[in-house]
């Protein structure tokens, strides 16, 4: 009598030194729980665990894009079949309780139902090599935006006549002429110690003025290189080209059509009617990609508002206040928000995108023909 062989579904709760693994069969019943290393052996020991008790159809991982993002990519070079799979909710924790074990029951649970079923982003592409390059430039950004403000504030503080110096100077100006002080012998120690706080404070903005410089043009060859179709596209810039890129990520058949890419952004319309009153709520996406969105929308407001037909002066100043007004319009959050599903949230990877769904061993699906039009 021949045996037929199990069919197993994993679950992992991924930490920073140990990762917990669970096992269970095809109608959810526990076969197993341990504890593995987070290195290669690890990986590869949980992996036998997992094949010990039968055929792997599916592994759910949580944590994808950090503490278990090498363990994904090494399942995924495994030929298994791995989900990311949320936290649970407050309730089932509620009942359940929390634990490493628990969660990585629950875990296997969630892959198993379906209930967990998205694609975790690869970590083996450009798309990564952006984010990471975003991470440092985001930064760098940040750290030059509180330089800034601190030397306008010792500025604004110094004694008279150091503070006139700087009076009505532009931001470049500001810190040209800061890193160009010099100390020297004054008997005012104040004068002095301001002199050299503002010299150190504009050396600083040079040397991040010059790093994100670096890490731009560092970008901008990665983009151009990724989806140069995307940054031929009119309001879509080498900054928002990346943030779509890694919302997106780097995996073939992650998001096979517009609505998919519409609900990861968070401006597609989910149903929230009760009784009589018939409404649409948008859930929360990153902050990022709509920032993105929403610059390109307004762009193209802009532009379409201004190709008004005739020369005269008269039609060039009805265009430019419509621009203007429109502009204020779309910039407003309730406005955005109200007309989100339709101006803002067609990122139409058509070319990159729709290209690399193709590659993929199951259907695409219909991709956005068009990017950011309404």
């Given amino acids: 009598m021949t045996m037929l062989e199990t069919a197993v579904c994993g679950g992992v709760d991924t930490h920073l030194e140990v990762h917990v693994a669970a096992a269970v069969d095809s109608i959810g019943g526990l076969l197993g729980v341990e504890e593995f290393e987070v290195s290669k052996a690890g990986y590869e020991k949980l992996l036998s665990c997992l094949r010990s008790f039968g055929t792997v159809v599916r592994v759910g991982v949580e944590g994808t894009g950090s503490y278990g993002a090498d363990l994904a990519c090494f399942l995924a070079q495994s030929d298994l079949d791995v989900v990311e799979v949320d936290r649970p909710d407050r309730q089932e924790r509620h009942r359940k309780g929390k634990s490493d074990p ?3 029951i629950a875990e296997a649970h969630a892959a198993l139902s379906g209930k967990a079923k998205g694609r975790p982003k690869g970590r083996n592409g450009n798309v990564e090599a952006i984010r990471v390059l975003n991470v440092a430039r985001r930064s760098a950004r940040n750290h030059r935006i509180s330089t800034l403000c601190q030397m306008r504030h010792v500025a604004f503080c110094a004694p008279d006549e150091l503070r006139v110096q700087f009076k009505g100077l532009t931001t470049h100006q500001l810190v040209t002429k800061a890193a160009g002080l010099r100390p020297g012998r004054s008997t005012d120690t104040v004068l002095a110690m301001t002199k050299r706080a503002l010299r150190e404070l504009g050396g600083r903005a040079q040397n991040l003025n010059a790093e994100i410089a670096r890490l731009e043009e560092q970008l901008e060859v990665l ?9 031929g596209l009119y309001g879509v810039g ?8 890694v919302a997106a ?16 952004c968070g401006v597609a319309p989910i149903p929230a009617s009760s009784g009589k009153v018939t409404r649409h709520r948008r859930r929360a996406s990153s902050q990022p990609t709509t920032i993105s969105m929403r610059a390109g929308s307004i762009g193209r407001v802009r532009i379409r508002s201004t190709r008004t037909p005739g020369s005269t002066s008269r039609l060039r100043s009805r265009a430019a206040a419509k ?3 429109l502009s204020r319009w779309a910039t407003s959050l309730d406005t955005t928000r109200s007309c989100g599903s339709r101006h803002r949230p067609r990122p139409g990877f058509e070319l990159w995108f729709s290209n690399r769904t193709r590659r993929c061993s199951q259907p695409a699906g219909k991709v956005a023909v068009e990017m950011l039009t309404p």
């Fill in 102 to 104: 628990v969660d990585a």
């Fill in 223 to 231: 983009v151009r290189r990724t989806a140069p179709e995307l940054i």
């Fill in 238 to 245: 080498v900054h928002a080209a990346s943030l779509l890129l």
């Fill in 249 to 264: 990520g780097d995996t073939p058949g992650r998001i096979r059509k517009e609505a998919a890419w519409a609900h990861l």
């Fill in 323 to 325: 621009a203007r007004s």
